[in-house]
């Protein structure tokens, strides 16, 4: 069992920026493929951004070049660094942990991003 908790949510300005730190529970954090989620009012939740348990990442493509993801497994954490924020991400942005040998995924509470002037 993995429990997920996101912080680090907040309302900043167009151009501004964020960090999202999700805190895992649990043992073996480091075999879990961690991903970040965003769901806006309306829409459905779409990946942002995933990390392999072995470093690899990728990002959609409306994040590429602003968003970065990162973990420290000595910390059991993963970061979403947010740069040049816009108002189409306002979303609740959700943690996920994905196990490959297992196929059994966890899902943080989400944390509110809301991006305005």
């Known amino acids: 069992q993995v429990q997920l908790v996101e912080s680090g949510g907040g309302l900043v300005q167009p151009g501004g920026s964020l960090r999202l730190s999700c805190a895992a529970s649990g043992r073996r954090f480091n075999i879990y493929d961690m991903g970040w989620y965003r769901q806006a009012p309306g829409k459905q939740r779409e990946l942002v951004a995933r990390?392999?348990?072995?470093?690899?990442?990728n990002y959609a493509d409306s994040v590429k070049g602003r968003f970065t993801i990162s973990r420290t497994n000595a910390k059991n954490t993963v970061y979403l660094q947010m740069n040049s924020l816009e108002a189409e991400d306002t979303a609740v942005y959700y943690c996920?942990?994905?196990?490959?040998?297992?196929?059994?995924?966890?899902w943080g509470q989400g944390t509110q991003v809301t991006v305005s002037s």
């Open positions: 996920n942990a994905w196990s490959r040998m297992t196929g059994v995924d966890y």
């Open positions: 990390i392999t348990s072995g470093g690899d990442t």
